[in-house]
């Protein structure tokens, strides 16, 4: 394969954020109405003007600047008394031991995290099982590394108490010979949280096959009321075969950073630290002084955080149950929702692009995170409580125009 | 090929800033008489407190920070009003166009540039060509994207008034199917300008065979008097066909903000973007503001910095020559000085760990820039300046105590 259908395969033009790259052309024959005014709302990406970071990130950023070149210039993992200080932290929240030294490298952002270990995990021909719907990049990072994807569909609408992964398709993945298995718990985009039995089979599936289990935990802290979480880092499987990755970038607001974490595997985290060698050096110097807020939030801050998110939760849902054809499961955790949309005369892509034209509304399509996920829109509700009401009133105003 | 014998190639022990990580097993047999003492000097990078960020980089980011969403989440490539006040600098320094929308990409370091243009250029069993010696990380990215190295001697040694690559092993290589060339100029570790003759010929000899050449220029401002540079990107050659990385990291201390642009060909600009939005999303958007202080310094810093650097390798260079058997040519740009050593009774690594062991002096050992350099060992100069004129005279003394 060439340089350039290797590329092919990885556009960006729809992935969040890139919008401002997306050409306009065509879509005017589409439209109907005029523009519905309002504050326009990026749902794409949290607004950390809404949700301001961490109180006194930038006051230890600063100290880090203050200090100099012993935070400039950190091991390539990251510099060892801020991982040390991680190490205690993550093993506590996670319940399994974390070592400071040899198990947890510090990255520039997850998306670092899980380049490196999807890197450090995956050569040409490997077979990994990835979710359907799952994170864009999950697929793109496999495809890149020239691995073969496994499909694994969850069933997040149709089922309550648990994500609804489909465990006799994970089993039949690990049967047909998949190495490794990439999950987000959260889901991202569903915004549901695995239950303890699904964390529980997938450590016995894995051990079973001796399989890499890499899980995306990014949204493990913003947990709404009622939902339990389970690490599967605690459960019964060889923690040699198991990566986690979190990172204080979402719930924190502390992205503009760029911060992430990986941890588990001490064979892993060493390919994983060669890697980072020859792709970024190490996470800014300076930003990794930032991590030491991180867990260390003032007492009630988290609570408060997640108390706000549950509120603006509750009344998107209501705007989308409140329009026929719509469906949308409760999220259980971090600032997703995904909804469906009934069906529409204009294609799910072209209807994101009027959304953007017509109502000053940002959403994801669906099919970034599943081919089957085409009716399907991802918001990240991390916004401004009152906008986000607004322009979700603008959504299913647009809706009802374009209905089929 | 399996992820084990891929990473097997991917050695970071003796990599600069890793030293930390290095087993001191087995030394304790070849050291010869005590350590000598004076204050410890790691020259594996420079050093930002010897020589300070910016003037007005740090309220830049508080600003950025600030500034909140829209400077936390940019496009992948970067935000875009940076990007076109760099693109303005950036043809004006190299004396040929820049387009700020879809000819520049911010990247996590220049490290990160680097590694996006490598991928994005190089595919299995490509063809590249590679100077020996050059900095460390270029074989490795060729090898991790399993390209072919072609290597071209540089004989920065025995010429004045040139780098001293080898045209004609240049030209063979081209001949035998290299598509890509990657070179830094000035030369890491070297330290060595290419004249206009060899970047004529380079253009010429691309051009004929249609190959695209990465240029790292990291440390181009950083030239001492009575030296000339030539930028590749303003010579005859197809501008699509060139990719140049710079970055204000290293001559302007700002490595802690984790920094670099690419620029040039828009095609290959596109794949980077692509690539970076699933290995780190974006550079740290906070720091991306740091830009606006770049080729915007106060009115004379720069000739300050070039002249304290100048001094620094005046004195080195008095202190190397002194020595029997050691050779050295004069540094003409940036910060590093790259001597060869006399014969001595223990290898080139082993007296690199006993330098550090007896002498608190880190270098980096010839080895990582090329099989060819054994002899010799890297020093960043960019220090305190008495403490590094100390440090170079414990390593002398030390020559001394080893000498076969």
Chains 1, 2 share one sequence.
Request: hydrophobic share 40%; net charge negative.
């Amino acid at each position: 394969m060439n340089i350039h259908s290797k590329f092919s395969r990885l556009g960006t033009d729809a992935a969040p954020g890139q919008e401002v790259r997306q050409q306009s052309g065509g879509i005017e024959a589409l439209l109907r109405g005029d523009a519905i005014t309002g504050r326009s709302v990026d749902f794409s990406h949290g607004d950390v003007d809404a949700f301001a970071p961490t109180p006194g990130s930038f006051e230890v950023f600063s100290a880090g600047v203050e200090s100099g070149g012993k935070q400039a210039y950190t091991e390539y993992r990251g510099d060892l008394s801020i991982r040390e200080e991680l190490a205690q932290h993550l093993a506590s929240f996670t319940g399994a031991p974390v070592d400071g030294r040899d198990g947890i490298i510090i990255t520039p952002g997850t998306q670092g995290a899980l380049f490196l270990a999807v890197a450090s995990t995956v050569s040409r021909g490997d077979k990994v099982a990835i979710v359907q719907p799952d994170y864009f990049a999950n697929r793109k990072l496999v495809d890149f590394f020239d691995g073969e994807i496994v499909p694994v569909q969850m069933d997040y609408a149709s089922v309550e108490g648990r994500a609804g992964l489909q465990l006799g398709q994970l089993e039949d993945a690990f049967e047909s010979g998949v190495k490794v298995f990439l999950f987000s718990n959260p889901n991202n985009p569903a915004g549901v949280v695995y239950s303890r039995e699904e964390i529980e089979s997938i450590a016995a599936l894995a051990s079973r096959y001796n399989a890499t289990v890499i899980v995306d935990q990014l949204y493990s802290r913003l947990l709404y009321s009622g939902v339990d979480y389970t690490h599967l880092r605690a459960q019964k499987i060889d923690a040699e075969n198991v990566i986690t990755i979190m990172g204080p970038s979402k719930t924190e607001s502390l992205s503009g950073y760029r911060l992430g974490v990986a941890f588990g595997s001490k064979e892993i985290i060493t390919r994983m630290e060669k890697l980072q060698a020859i792709v970024s050096l190490r996470a800014g110097g300076y930003s990794q002084a930032v991590l030491r807020t991180w867990f260390n939030e003032p007492d009630g801050w988290m609570e408060q955080r997640i108390r706000e998110h549950q509120a603006i939760r509750d009344d998107l849902l209501k705007v989308f149950r409140a329009t026929a054809g719509m469906k949308v499961r409760t999220s259980e955790a971090g600032s997703y929702i995904f909804p469906s949309l009934p069906q529409l005369s204009v294609s799910g892509s072209d209807f994101v692009r009027i959304l953007r034209l017509q109502a000053g509304v940002i959403v994801t399509p669906g099919t970034e995170f599943s081919p089957h996920s085409e009716n399907s829109v991802r918001l990240n509700f991390s916004q401004d409580h009152a906008a986000a009401v607004a322009a979700c009133e603008r959504l299913v105003e647009l809706v009802e125009r374009y209905r089929a």
